[in-house]
């Protein structure tokens, strides 16, 4: 399993949102400066984020985008699963996958299973919150 490009840039988003939490709506211009990635990157990345609440964003004079709830809330595997769908390690195990003729005989499903649980509750164990450099007081 190798994450994408987009996971980790937008991981990278909302670590830079909670870290400037305390200045209201971010101009997604600043973030792009400050994390070296392209605007035009950012423009793909953030429709998802916001369409799913994980952000708001306002337009115009004063605007930009900030946290909907504070970095302690957000579990990464939950940003990761969205930007890159399920984390499935096999084809079988993906949420929208048909039904298996051989579940009942596979020996590798279990496998299978317990290192999708490993990876699910790695990634569910850290939040927003462990990968800041700094405190905000906001998201505590």
């Known amino acids: 399993m190798m994450i994408s490009t987009r996971a980790r840039y937008a991981l990278r988003v909302m670590i830079d949102l909670a870290e400037h939490c305390g200045e209201g709506y971010i ?3 600043d973030v792009a400066k400050r ?4 605007l035009k990157y950012l423009e793909k990345i953030l429709p998802v ?13 004063g605007g930009g985008y900030r ?3 504070r970095a302690t809330e957000y579990k990464v595997g939950e940003v990761i699963r969205l ?11 993906n949420c929208d996958a048909p039904p298996c ?4 005989d596979c020996r590798t499903l279990p496998m299978w299973q317990k290192f999708y ?11 927003i919150a462990d990968l800041m450099r700094d405190d905000c007081p906001d998201n505590a």
């Open 27 to 29: 101009p997604m211009k």
């Open 49 to 61: 984020l916001t369409k799913n609440n994980m952000i708001e964003g306002v337009h115009g004079k």
């Open 117 to 127: 649980e490993i990876v699910n509750d790695y990634f569910d164990g850290i939040t």
């Open 101 to 104: 003729d051989r579940t009942a």
């Open 35 to 38: 994390q070296e990635i392209s």
């Open 83 to 93: 930007t890159e769908g399920d984390l499935a390690p096999v084809a079988c195990l």
């Open 67 to 69: 946290l909907t709830r």
